[in-house]
């Protein structure tokens, strides 16, 4: 008889497509990236990611408090510092009442439980707009993790859960974590970038954070020295061996969309959680193209999240949590 199976049966209609759904987005997949500054009573939206904001502290106690409330539970912070406080070394990344330092403080504060993790990269810090120190046209490796190490230290001390180093330096992570061991910081876990990429979507988190590499003569004009080659795909895996080995309790891909089949890939091969970072860029493309009524926003939003759990994410850093979570209602 034919024909004997008919897969549509399944899809007939919502009651049995949603009994027979493998993948399903909630509240606790996000992890909310906020980006903090300087000053009072400042909430200002980021110009390439519209109804995304830099916010004062003041109000970072309010947007942790609403985030709690919509049942978002981890925040990871970012830090706009002004062009005075930056030098090569990013010393300002030190300083035990610089802003994020007392981000972290205040997001404790206003919300004990909330689960904080802090961006480690010199970037936000640097005059030349690098993860790490340049000299003679080079991203110095070794002198780098040191201050990152220090920068770790200093989140801990402030009260971080997670460090969550960007930079994608060699040996980062064993400098971290002995670091992190031999200060006490025992339960601090490390969050790793391992397999980032460099990709044109950070563009509008380099507006957010005004964090871009400054054109002058002898600083790198991208971050491809350090930053993945995203035609490799082999790299990711042995980045994310070692990180782990290292002693990484979460591992990253960065970006998100496009970079599916390595998170798949990492997902299979290794027994850490996994992370993926929906970037700025990403969020930026499917807000303009609803803007200009090209696409259905939350259609749109809610399939591509879909996408990266199923891919094999086990936490999806994402601007989109707070529009997620309040079409999820
Ligand atoms: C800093 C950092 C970047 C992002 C996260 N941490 C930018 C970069 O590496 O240049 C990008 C996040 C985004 O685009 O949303 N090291």
């Given at each position: 008889m034919y024909p004997l199976i008919r897969p549509r049966r399944l899809r007939s209609n919502e009651a049995i497509r949603s009994l027979v759904r493998e993948t399903i987005i909630s509240p606790s997949d996000f992890l909310v990236p906020l980006f903090v500054v300087e000053g009072k009573g400042i909430k200002e939206e980021i110009p390439s990611m519209p109804n995304y904001y830099r916010l004062s502290l003041d109000n970072l106690t309010k947007e942790v408090k609403e985030l709690w409330k919509m049942g978002l539970r981890s925040v990871l912070l970012f830090v706009k510092v002004p062009?005075?406080?930056?030098?090569n070394k990013g010393?300002?990344?030190?300083?035990?009442?610089g802003l994020m330092q007392l981000a972290i403080k205040t997001v404790k504060n206003a919300c004990p439980e909330m689960l904080v993790m802090t961006d480690v990269a010199l970037d936000p810090y640097s005059s030349y707009g690098h993860d790490g120190i340049v000299a003679d046209g080079q991203i110095l490796n070794d002198e780098s993790v040191e201050l990152l190490t220090e920068m770790s230290v200093s989140h801990a001390n402030a009260g971080a859960d997670f460090v969550a180093p960007s930079?994608?330096?060699?040996?980062r992570i064993l400098s971290i974590r002995e670091a992190l061991e031999d200060e006490g910081?025992?339960?601090?876990?490390i969050m790793a970038y391992s397999a980032k990429y460099a990709s044109a979507f950070y563009g509008p988190f380099r507006d957010a954070l005004d964090s871009a590499p400054v054109d002058?003569?002898?600083?790198?004009?991208?971050?491809k020295s350090y930053q993945m080659?995203?035609?490799?795909?082999f790299e990711a895996i042995r980045e994310t061996q070692m990180d782990i080995d290292e002693g990484a309790d979460i591992v990253m891909v960065k970006p998100g969309l496009c970079y599916l089949d390595i998170v798949r890939e990492i997902k299979n091969e290794v027994d850490v959680p996994v992370a993926v970072y929906q970037v700025s860029g990403e969020y930026a493309m499917v807000k303009a193209a609803a803007e200009k009524g090209w696409l259905d926003h939350d259609a749109v939003m809610m399939e591509q999240l879909t996408a990266i759990k199923r891919a094999g994410a086990n936490i999806i850093a994402s601007y989109f949590a707070k529009d997620a979570v309040k079409l999820l209602g």
């Amino acid at each position: 008889m034919y024909p004997l199976i008919r897969p549509r049966r399944l899809r007939s209609n919502e009651a049995i497509r949603s009994l027979v759904r493998e993948t399903i987005i909630s509240p606790s997949d996000f992890l909310v990236p906020l980006f903090v500054v300087e000053g009072k009573g400042i909430k200002e939206e980021i110009p390439s990611m519209p109804n995304y904001y830099r916010l004062s502290l003041d109000n970072l106690t309010k947007e942790v408090k609403e985030l709690w409330k919509m049942g978002l539970r981890s925040v990871l912070l970012f830090v706009k510092v002004p062009d005075n406080l930056k030098d090569n070394k990013g010393s300002e990344a030190l300083n035990e009442n610089g802003l994020m330092q007392l981000a972290i403080k205040t997001v404790k504060n206003a919300c004990p439980e909330m689960l904080v993790m802090t961006d480690v990269a010199l970037d936000p810090y640097s005059s030349y707009g690098h993860d790490g120190i340049v000299a003679d046209g080079q991203i110095l490796n070794d002198e780098s993790v040191e201050l990152l190490t220090e920068m770790s230290v200093s989140h801990a001390n402030a009260g971080a859960d997670f460090v969550a180093p960007s930079d994608m330096m060699d040996g980062r992570i064993l400098s971290i974590r002995e670091a992190l061991e031999d200060e006490g910081y025992l339960n601090t876990g490390i969050m790793a970038y391992s397999a980032k990429y460099a990709s044109a979507f950070y563009g509008p988190f380099r507006d957010a954070l005004d964090s871009a590499p400054v054109d002058i003569k002898n600083v790198p004009k991208d971050k491809k020295s350090y930053q993945m080659d995203y035609a490799n795909r082999f790299e990711a895996i042995r980045e994310t061996q070692m990180d782990i080995d290292e002693g990484a309790d979460i591992v990253m891909v960065k970006p998100g969309l496009c970079y599916l089949d390595i998170v798949r890939e990492i997902k299979n091969e290794v027994d850490v959680p996994v992370a993926v970072y929906q970037v700025s860029g990403e969020y930026a493309m499917v807000k303009a193209a609803a803007e200009k009524g090209w696409l259905d926003h939350d259609a749109v939003m809610m399939e591509q999240l879909t996408a990266i759990k199923r891919a094999g994410a086990n936490i999806i850093a994402s601007y989109f949590a707070k529009d997620a979570v309040k079409l999820l209602g």
